[in-house]
């Protein structure tokens, strides 16, 4: 390489790093905030078990097939190892829960949980736990594969699993959660008809964090979770 071409590489490394400093340093503050300056809201919504009926019934999904595991897919980073998943689909079953597969050619587009008696919900991110009152279920670990997005079957899943709250659990109304950030799973869950009854949150400045609930009306019982980091203080 010449003199010359050498320092039109340098001056073009320089140029580029101009260019970049400013959206690099956005991105840090970004990530500054989502750590150290942020509103962390965990939402609580019910569906009472006397208007299941007016849901549409459709079986999409297959229900306790655990082979159909066979087929999960690592495709976030937060979702559990294949082995993991269903070493913990195991002890689920083995608890009376139930396991809700939708797989489209040797591919697992779907799955979800109904757990037939919950007691408590727990959310280590918001740092808090909700108790819902007797006689009653829950719908969760929902997720679908981001090549079936679009598709609906969300939608279809937890109008399947509504339907089978009376059968399977017999509780009187069947509870889901949803992080507020979380607009399309918010928007099928509102659409099915689910009523909002309350949030915990988290909203953190710098080194201290205030832990706190929201009832939209009416008894909502929680408790704060213990935390390890002594530093962080919480109200």
Known sequence: MTVSAAMTSVQTLVERLRQEKRPLLSLLWRAARKRLWYRCEKRIYVYDSHRIHSLPDSKTLRRDQVEDLRYYERT????????????????RLAQGEH?????????????????????????????????????SSSLYDHYTHPLARGRGLFYHALCQLLHDVPILAKTKQAYIYVYADNGPS???????????VGSLIEDRRLFTARRHAISAGGEFRTALLERKNPSVLST
């Open 186 to 196: 918010r928007h099928v869950i509102e659409k099915v008809g689910f009523s909002y």
């Open 99 to 135: 396991l809700y597969t939708f797989v489209e050619r040797d591919r697992l587009l779907h799955y979800a949980w109904l757990q037939p008696f919950h007691t408590r919900g727990e959310d280590a991110a918001v740092g808090q736990a909700f108790f819902p009152p007797p006689d």
């Open 76 to 91: 976030a980073s937060w979702q559990l190892s294949p082995e993991e998943y269903r070493a913990a689909a195991r002890v």
